[in-house]
Structure formats: structure tokens, C-alpha cells
């Protein structure tokens, strides 16, 4: 580090071997930490395939003798409608996300583009309603959709993203159509362009990756959820696969017969849709978290 | 604005009924009065959003609190009782706002520490560290029932495998972890803890460290600063914006912890995971007082405006804006 041991010479200098040293140290630290992370996916995974005397066996068995994958095949087929509830949570997961990207875009081609008198107060009361909890509104939208027949329905999960598709979703938007050059827009009025046409033509183009972040982020959040299932939905054939899962797990063994390694398949099933969705999805996603969070 | 100029000129000399509509909008011809008029239509969707979904049930629930109301029939007017009630009558209130404030004392910092600390170890350009960033952010991927689940099964007092592991390194009695009154908060702090930490958390910080210019590294190398010198005088300070960005977020999100300890322990047990939000949520849609959890969820939501304030208002203290 010092003056002397940069001017010394020799196979291994001091500084390289501090050097070595401590990315030695930054390995270990880092092969820790993925066990850390890494340990409890992969037990959950062989939990999933194990038998149940294995799966409550003492001391603990790490890896099942013989992998039981018929487990998963198990789960899909008992008393529980488990592949109603992935029917549900996939066709919730769309509406919501078609709704969100369409509409958040739409609102945020209006507040990017166009001037017109209280758009500013528009966008600020836009950016205050992500710092309210959820459990001020939760209770009048209750009796709202209690009012409108929706409850034990799947409206009040994926109506309201029709409707601006929330804050962050217009705030993400606003601030890649600011980045977009407004000679674009200009030259296309010019040549007689409607704004309908410059949105859909012309800018939404140049969004595709913005819309991939927000549909990745949408998406992951909506099958997610538990709050608003567990609040909206009674009857299991109705329920997602986040309340579906709680319900599994609150009576494990209505017919007398344990399920845990049953319960642990199906917390597998419902991770590796959205695992497998950032693995692909990983560079949009990570683009939109910086977005929100450096300029926010 | 070039293209608005020209318009005006075609348009001719607004008319008054068409320069009233212009001032409602704020415009001045009548090329931007429809420009405005389509700039609303764009925004409808939002703000009819607004008023259903926000304006309303904010008043509503402002008013709900002050009522007694069980979805059936009317909301019945009985002035401050709810609050009183909340403050004076309800053995659950204070005990649950004080558990939540023990959770976010112990959740903030690890979770947000915790998240810097991986940042800086990714930032080292390090070899596969797209696969170690992957890896820390699975966990919060995972749907928080699921992560629920998992871990009570991984803290099984006794067939649990971190209690054999504890047990295998020679602590004879381990915790009982969810399962015990003691240790239960502890516990699903660190189940938080563990799913947030190289979450969104992480990313924002890392972002936040390839904003550091090189040029003050350099600058700090040849004054002879150390690594310590360096995180402590360059990255620290570069950092604070992004450091007071994540913090409040946390804030925001600890006081409503919920699921986690809803699936797991369902509160308990004997209430020592009963957060705040558990309690609004029992109130409101297991006992549907909605009257009583309306205003409980005006006290949180008193609180967290309180704190998001006190952060900003402090915020000037530590936080260092370039140019600013």
C-alpha cells in the first residue's frame, strides 16, 4: 500500500500477495453466502421428493434414497383442486398484466407528452399513493366489491389494474417515455399523425424493453399476492395458488394421511414459474429496479 | 412547441366559447386546447383509477373510522370511541404496534446493512458474479407463502435441519425458533431478513456503486487512503442518496409486515408475532369490525407519514447530492 512496498521487487511482491489474499477472503466470503441462500432451496427441492417417514425422520435425512418424482404428479391429483388454483393464479396473472402495461403506458403517454392544466398535481398525487398503506384502502374497496357482488369472484383481483395499472407502474413509464426524443412525436403530428397513432406506432415500439421490465415485475408481484385472495376468495376451486398453499398448509392432514412432502412439491411448483421467469427475463428486470430507484 | 405556433394560425382567432374551454385546460389556441383535451382522455383510465380505487376509500375510511360498521347494514356513527377504544380499551393495540417497531429495529438494519454488504462484495468484479447476483436474489423470488412454509420446515425444533446443524456443532439446545414464544419474532424477522437482502434491495446499491466516479478512488489511493479509508471517506458519502432511498423504503416496508408471520406462526404463538397489520387484518375481515380497523389503519398510516417526514426532514443531515 505504501511507497516502499510498490518500488519493492521479486516473484511475489507483498502488495500482489495482500492482493491474492484478499480475494481469498472475498471468496469465502462469498461461498458462504451461497450456501446461505443456496441450502434452503435445495433442501426444500429434496424435501419435495421425499417420502413422508423420510421427511420427518430423526436426525433429518439431507437427499431422499430414491427421489419420489411421482410426488408432483401426486399433488395435482388430490383432494385439493391444486391445478385449479394454477389455472387461476396464470389466468389472474394475465389479466392483471395486460391491463397494467396498457393502461400504465396510456396514462404515461398523457403525462410525458401532453400539457394541459393539473397534470403536475396529476403526477405528484400519483407518486403519494406509494407511500399510503394498503390497509387504509383495503377496507372501503371491501365493502366496494362486497357492494358490486365481486367477492368470491376473481374481479377485485385483476379489474382495478385496468384502471392505470398503479403508481410504480406509471412512474417507470413516464420516465422512459421522458427519455424518448419528442421530435419523433412532432415529426409524425407534421405528417398527420393522430396521438393515437405516435403512442401505438411510433413510441411503443421503442418501449419494448421498459414494457418487458413491467411485465416481469407485474407478474412476479401478482402471483405473489396474498393479501387480496385471502381477503376476496372462500371457496378453494376459486383460490390462487398463494392462499391455495396457505390452506394446504393450515390442515395438513384432513384425511388422517400426513402431506407435508406434498405441501413441499407444491411450494416448488408455485417458485419455479417465476424463478425460471428471471432467469430469462433477469437483464429487463434488473434495468427497471435501477430505473425506479435512481431516479426515484 | 414549434409544431403549437404554427397551429395557432389555422385555427384563427379562438372564439369566446372555445378560449373559456382553453383557459379550463390551461391553453392557449385552440391547436393546444385539444392537444389538453387529449391528454386528459389518455389519463382517464388513471384517474377514474384515483377516485374509485383512492380518493373514495381514503374518505370513506377516514369516515369509517368513526362508525361501527359490520359490512351488513349501515355504518353507525359513534364518534372517537374506535380511537379510544384503540388507545385505552384494546390489550392488543400497543402490544402489537410495539412488536412491530421491535421488527423493524432489527429488520432495517440487517436487511438494509445486510444488502450493502453484498453490493460491495459483487462490486468487486469478481468471476461468475452474475451467477452469485442470480443466487442471492432467488429468495426474494420466492411467494411469500411458499417462503413461509419452507422455513418452518427448515426450523423444525426437532427434525428440522438447522437445529441437527446446530445440534451437530455441539449446541445440545437449540431454539425452538417459530415454535417457541421466545424466539418467534426473532425468527420471522430472519426469514424476512434472509428474502429481502439480495433482493431489490442489493440491485438498487449496486447501481448506486457503479455511480461512484473511479476518479475518487484514485484521488484516494494517492493520498495514501486504505480500502477502509476509502469505502469510509468515498463510497459512504456517494452512497448516502441511494443509502436514504432503501432505508425508506424498509421503513415502509417493515411496519407492514404481514404475511410471513401470518403463515407462519398465525400470530402467535401466545401473540408474539401479532404485528400491527395482523391485528388491522383480524379486526377488519375475521371479527368484520371494519369501523375498528378502519381506524386502526389510520394509526398506521399516521404513523408511517410521520416517519417518511421525520426522514425527509432529516434526510438533509447525511445525505450528500452531488451538484446539489
Redo the contacts between chains.
Keep these: ?2 511507497q516502499d512496498t510498490l518500488l519493492q521487487s521479486g516473484p511475489v511482491s507483498p502488495q500482489r500477495a495482500m492482493q491474492l489474499l ?2 481469498g477472503v ?2 469465502l ?2 461461498f458462504v ?2 450456501v ?6 435445495f ?2 427441492v429434496m ?1 419435495s421428493l421425499k417420502t413422508i417417514p423420510e ?6 435425512i ?1 437427499v431422499p434414497s430414491i427421489p419420489q418424482w411421482a410426488n408432483y404428479w401426486t399433488v395435482l391429483n388430490i383432494d385439493y383442486p391444486v391445478g385449479q388454483w394454477f389455472v387461476n393464479s396464470v389466468m389472474i396473472v394475465i389479466l392483471t398484466t395486460l391491463g397494467t402495461l396498457i ?2 403506458s ?2 404515461a ?3 410525458a ?7 403536475d398535481v ?1 403526477f405528484m ?2 407518486l403519494s ?1 406509494m ?14 366489491f ?1 357492494r358490486l357482488g365481486w367477492i368470491n369472484t376473481h374481479l377485485p383481483l385483476w379489474v ?1 389494474h ?3 395499472g398503479g403508481a410504480f407502474a ?1 412512474f417507470l413509464m413516464r420516465q422512459f417515455f421522458l427519455t424518448l426524443p419528442r421530435d419523433l412525436d ?1 415529426a409524425a ?2 405528417d398527420g399523425a393522430g ?1 393515437f397513432r405516435i ?1 401505438w406506432s411510433i413510441l411503443m415500439p421503442l418501449c419494448k424493453p421498459v414494457l418487458a421490465t413491467l411485465a416481469i415485475i407485474t407478474i ?1 408481484a401478482s ?2 399476492d ?2 387480496g385472495p ?2 376476496y376468495l372462500n371457496t378453494p376451486e376459486k383460490f390462487t ?3 391455495g ?2 390452506f394446504f ?1 393450515a390442515v395438513p392432514e384432513v384425511g388422517g394421511e400426513p402431506m ?1 412432502h406434498l ?2 412439491a407444491a ?1 416448488v411448483m ?2 419455479v414459474p ?2 425460471l421467469m ?2 430469462f427475463g ?1 437483464r429487463f428486470f ?1 434495468q427497471g ?2 430505473m425506479s ?2 431516479k ?1 | 412547441m414549434a409544431v403549437a405556433e404554427t397551429g395557432a394560425p389555422v385555427g384563427g382567432a379562438p372564439d369566446s366559447k372555445a378560449s373559456l374551454l382553453s383557459k379550463l385546460v390551461g391553453a392557449q389556441t385552440p391547436f393546444q386546447t385539444k392537444r389538453a383535451l387529449w391528454g386528459y382522455v389518455y389519463a382517464a383510465p388513471w384517474i377514474l383509477g384515483l377516485i374509485i380505487f383512492w380518493g373514495g376509500p381514503i374518505i370513506a375510511s377516514f369516515y369509517f373510522g368513526f362508525t361501527e360498521y359490520a359490512v351488513i347494514g349501515s355504518p353507525k356513527f359513534t364518534g372517537l370511541s374506535n380511537y379510544i377504544r384503540a388507545f385505552s380499551g384494546d390489550e392488543l393495540f400497543w402490544p402489537s404496534l410495539g412488536r412491530t417497531f421491535t421488527f423493524a429495529g432489527m429488520y432495517i438494519p440487517f436487511a438494509v446493512g445486510g444488502a450493502l454488504i453484498l453490493a460491495i462484495l459483487l462490486n468487486q468484479k469478481l468471476m461468475g458474479t452474475t451467477v452469485f447476483r442470480t443466487l442471492f436474489f432467488v429468495p426474494h423470488l420466492i411467494p411469500a407463502v411458499a417462503l413461509a412454509v419452507l422455513w418452518t420446515f427448515l426450523l423444525a425444533p426437532r427434525v428440522g435441519p438447522v437445529n441437527e446443524f446446530l445440534r451437530g456443532i455441539g449446541i445440545s439446545d437449540p431454539p425452538g425458533w417459530l415454535a417457541s414464544r421466545d424466539s418467534a419474532l426473532a425468527s420471522v424477522t430472519m426469514i424476512n431478513v434472509w428474502a429481502a437482502m439480495g433482493g431489490n434491495t442489493m440491485l438498487i446499491f449496486l447501481a448506486g456503486l457503479q455511480g461512484v466516479p473511479q476518479e475518487l478512488y484514485d484521488a484516494a489511493s494517492i493520498d495514501g487512503g486504505g480500502a477502509w479509508a476509502k469505502f469510509r471517506h468515498v463510497t459512504l458519502p456517494m452512497l448516502t442518496p441511494t443509502i436514504f432511498f432503501n432505508v425508506v423504503l424498509a421503513v415502509i416496508g417493515a411496519l407492514k409486515v404481514f404475511t410471513t408471520a401470518w403463515v407462519a406462526t398465525q400470530g402467535g404463538p401466545s401473540y408474539a408475532t401479532w404485528f400491527f397489520a395482523l391485528h388491522i387484518y383480524f379486526q377488519a375481515f375475521q371479527y368484520f369490525r371494519l369501523g375498528y380497523g378502519s381506524a386502526l389503519a389510520w394509526v398506521l398510516a399516521a404513523i408511517l407519514i410521520f416517519f417518511t417526514w421525520v426522514q425527509v426532514r432529516y434526510s438533509r443531515r447525511w445525505v450528500h447530492y452531488e451538484g446539489g
Excluded: H, K
Design positions: 500500500m505504501t484478499n480475494r472475498t471468496y466470503i462469498i453466502l451461497c446461505l441462500f443456496g441450502f434452503p432451496l433442501w426444500t424435501s421427511m420427518f425422520s430423526f436426525p433429518p439431507l393502461t400504465a396510456l396514462v403517454y398523457s403525462l407528452r401532453f400539457e394541459y392544466r393539473g397534470r396529476l398525487i400519483t399513493t407511500m399510503l398503506p394498503a390497509q387504509v384502502t383495503l377496507i372501503p374497496q371491501f365493502v366496494l362486497y382495478p385496468w384502471l392505470g406509471i412532432e403530428l407534421i396521438y403512442f412476479i402471483w405473489s396474498f393479501l385471502l381477503i395458488v398463494s392462499v398453499l396457505q398448509n407435508q405441501l413441499m411450494c408455485s417458485m417465476i424463478i428471471f432467469f433477469q434488473v429496479i435501477v430507484g435512481i426515484g
